[in-house]
Nanobody, 118 residues
Framework: QVQLVESGGGLVQPGGSLRLSCAAS????????MSWYRQAPGKERELVAS???????NYAESVKGRFTISRDNAKNTLNLQMNSLKPEDTAVYYC????????????WGQGTQVTVSS
């Protein structure tokens, strides 16, 4: 079965760093565009960063220069290195996979909590 399992979340002080990982299985990882989304209570889910099948990356303006998304197709993993964390980064972070070709499936992980607080 398809699985996306996030890990690496936790509590960190402002200015600190965390590295999130997403372990994927049950589908052809290399043919999927991968993204990190986040959602805080009472707010809409927002795109944080994405990386395409050819490793082109895109970032939300709020995280540019601080976050780095990467993928390892050999290990079926997606990563998000988060540096210089701010309280407004506090949210549940979700891993998303979107197929590039038919049937263009869309998969989501269960999320991992990131809390940035002093």
């Amino acid at each position: 079965q398809v699985q996306l399992v996030e890990s690496g979340g936790g509590l960190v002080q402002p200015g600190g760093s965390l590295r999130l990982s997403c372990a994927a299985s049950g589908f052809t990882f290399s043919t999927y565009s991968m993204s990190w989304y986040r959602q805080a209570p009472g707010k809409e889910r927002e795109l944080v960063a994405s990386i395409t099948t050819i490793a082109y990356t895109n970032y939300a303006e709020s995280v540019k220069g601080r976050f780095t998304i990467s993928r390892d197709n050999a290990k079926n993993t997606l990563n998000l290195q988060m540096n210089s964390l701010k309280p407004e980064d506090t949210a549940v972070y979700y891993c998303n996979a979107q197929g590039s070709l038919w049937p263009r499936n869309d998969y989501w992980g269960q999320g991992t909590q990131v809390t940035v607080s002093s």
